[in-house]
C-alpha cells in the first residue's frame, strides 16, 4: 500500500501551520523574495505602532494641554477632532495617491508628515500650534495605516491575508493599549511635550527602512478592499 497520499496529507498541513512571517510569500504576486516580504512587514507593523502608538498616548492627555495652555473644553477638544477629520481626509486621498505614485513615495512623504506633525507639536507655545500638529499628524496617519494594509494585501497570497491581517490587528491594538499608560507616565514624570518627543526616534527608523527596504512597487486595483479594511480597522481606533 503506497504511503504517498499520507505523505501529501502531512505536507499540508505543515505547510498550513508555518506563521505569515515564515511563510512570507513564496508566490507574491510582485515577486519579491520571501526575505524582502519579511522586511516589508516589519516595516509596515513599526510604522502602523508608530501612528497608533502616538494617537492613544495623546488622547487621555487632553486635560493636561487644557491646563497648560488655559483654554476650554471646547478648544481642548479640537487635539482630537482635527486629528480625526483630517485622518478622514487622508484616508479618502490614499486610495487616489496609491494609483498614481509608487508606494515607497508615498510612504515616505506620510511619514515625513508625521515627523513634521511631531516637531510642532514638541516646540508648540500655543494651542493653536497643538492642534495643526495634530491635523498635520492626522492626515499622515490616514495615509500611512490603508496604505499598510493594502501593500500587505498586495505581497501576500489570498490564502495568507487572515493570519496577515490578525498579526497586524494584534500588533496595532497592543499599541493603542499601552499608549495612554506610556502618555499617562510620561506627562507626570516629564512634560506634555514629551508625548510628541516620544515616536520621533521610531519615526525616523521606520523613515530609514521605507527608504532602505521597500522596493518600488504601484498598486493594483485589488487594493481598493484593503483601503476600505483600514478606515474601519483604524477608525475603531480613534475612538479610544
Known amino acids: 500500500m503506497s504511503n504517498a497520499p499520507i505523505n501529501k496529507v502531512l505536507i499540508n498541513k505543515t505547510s498550513t501551520n508555518e506563521s505569515p512571517i515564515n511563510e512570507a510569500s513564496q508566490s507574491s504576486s510582485d515577486g519579491l523574495s520571501n526575505k524582502q516580504v519579511q522586511q516589508v512587514l516589519l516595516t509596515l507593523l513599526l510604522g502602523g505602532t508608530v501612528v497608533s502608538f502616538s494617537n492613544s498616548a495623546l488622547n487621555p492627555a487632553i486635560p493636561v494641554f487644557m491646563s497648560v495652555f488655559d483654554v476650554d473644553i471646547v478648544m481642548g477638544g479640537w487635539v482630537l477632532n482635527a486629528y480625526v477629520l483630517a485622518m ?24 515625513f508628515g508625521f515627523m513634521l506633525g511631531l516637531v510642532i507639536g514638541m516646540l508648540a507655545y500655543s494651542m493653536s500650534f497643538v492642534i495643526i500638529a495634530r491635523a498635520i499628524q492626522g492626515l499622515s496617519g490616514g495615509l500611512i495605516i490603508p496604505l499598510s494594509i493594502g501593500m500587505l ?23 493603542l493599549a499601552f ?17 510628541f518627543a516620544i515616536t520621533l526616534p521610531l519615526s525616523m527608523a521606520v523613515m530609514a527602512m521605507v527608504w532602505w527596504l521597500i522596493p518600488d512597487m504601484r498598486s493594483y486595483e485589488k487594493r481598493a478592499l484593503s483601503i476600505r479594511s483600514g478606515l474601519s480597522a483604524y477608525s475603531l481606533g480613534c475612538l479610544r
Open 179 to 195: 499608549g495612554p499608560l506610556v502618555g499617562a507616565y510620561l506627562v507626570e514624570q516629564f512634560a506634555w511635550w514629551t508625548l
Open 88 to 111: 478622514s481626509v487622508g484616508l479618502m486621498l490614499s486610495g487616489y495617491l496609491n494609483k498614481k505614485f509608487p508606494f515607497r513615495y508615498i510612504y515616505l512623504a506620510a511619514i
Open 153 to 175: 494585501y498586495q505581497i501576500y497570497p489570498q490564502q495568507q491575508h487572515g493570519r496577515v491581517m490578525a498579526l497586524w490587528g494584534i500588533v496595532i491594538m497592543m499599541s
